[in-house]
């Protein structure tokens, strides 16, 4: 062999070295596998949130109705005392008034194990935010914006109001 051709052709070091190059070249994605990998992701990540949603709504209805069912059980008692007072004939007014009074109590107990207060008393002090004033009264011998009368008491959860309380006030 010459030497002309010794320098010509390649030897097995820079074989190799193109070799690598060559698959290196191969190895590094395209625009386009990039563009696709995107794509690929972007579609996964809209599928994770679709079902994120979905089971979302699927577990706010389930909240909302155990806790439908956990009321409904919690008042389910005094519905019951309520239809063997009814259907007692030989009671009288005492006993029947009794027997209403004790389903009261356990219809309090009830709305206060669900976190319900009652608010609205005669003697408090008039507040718009809880109360309704439907009537007024001037009466010197009160203090001003006293409520003198309760036709329905307000109820609240926390510091939510349910029902404001409908009341009549003084001065």
Known sequence: MSKKEKNTAPTQEEKTEAEVTVE???????????????KDQLLRTAAEYANFRARSAKEKEQTYSNAKGNVVADILPSIDNLERALSQESADYESLKKGVQMTMDSL???????????????????????????????????EENVITDVF?????INDRVIRPAMVKTAN
């Open 24 to 38: 290196e070249e191969k190895k590094e994605p395209t625009l386009e596998d990039q563009l696709q990998d995107a």
């Open 108 to 142: 309090m107990a009830a709305l206060e194990k669900m976190g319900v207060t009652a608010f609205g008393e005669v003697g408090d002090k008039f507040d718009p935010n809880y109360h309704n004033a439907v009537m007024h009264i001037e009466d010197d011998s009160l």
């Open 152 to 156: 329905q008491k307000g109820y609240k």
